[in-house]
């Protein structure tokens, strides 16, 4: 599976419905009581007046969980229209459908560009991250969130699959990427695991990825329901965090 193939990527987020799957299984069963989005909101560290700037928002969770300070410009983007329509419902943020590699808006329009694990899905990141720096002032920051190589190895142990993504953007693979175009690279790891009583969320998950062989769905199963019958609850390694990079 390649993550930034325009067609996989366009089924994927023709709406929110595979997204929202995925979310439904971190919201109800994370271990670490701060919630994704408030994290990554506690980190923005911006002033009381400030122009921000999203890229691929999805349905803009990061904005319907968090109260946007009165003095921010915020401007969220998505290239799925069915996403940015989402996201126009719930998000109370100005919505735009734009493309990370070719943004529509002037140079130096924003202190802050945040990219919630979607660079992955750029086919062409350097173009991406060229235009972030064009529309980011002098010493404005990127916050870039992804995944790390740990990230669900226990199901993905069990049905063979390679995440190769976290090739192509992931918080290994990552900085040196983002270095040959921002300064000051940091990488800030999210503590959590998902601890899971029942199959029926873990295979929700997995459907809303992968098409997934019936025996190794099935071995899937086996694996999830002799963990919980020992521990309770089927194990998940999470391993997300942020990359924050700034403009020279």
Known sequence: MTLNDAEFVREQYRDSS?????????TRFSTNPVPWPQWVFERLDLGPRADV???????????????????WRVVASDMSHGMACVAREHAGVHVVVSDAQSLPWANESFDLVIANHMLYHVPDLDAAFSEFVRVLRPGGRLFAATNGRAHFMEVRDVLDIHWRYVDMFGLESGPDKMRRHFDDVR???YDDELLVPDVAPVLAYVKSVWTVDPD????????????????G??????D?????????
């Open 18 to 26: 595979n997204f929202d799957a995925r979310v439904e299984l971190h």
């Open 53 to 71: 700037l999203e890229v691929g928002c999805g349905p803009a969770w990061l904005w319907r969980q968090n109260d946007v300070p009165l003095g």
């Open 187 to 189: 990488v800030e790891r």
């Open 216 to 231: 190794k769905e099935r071995e899937l199963v086996r694996v999830v329901e002799e963990e919980i019958a020992r521990d």
């Open 233 to 238: 609850s089927f194990r998940i390694t999470k």
């Open 240 to 248: 997300a965090g942020l990359i924050t990079a700034r403009r020279p």
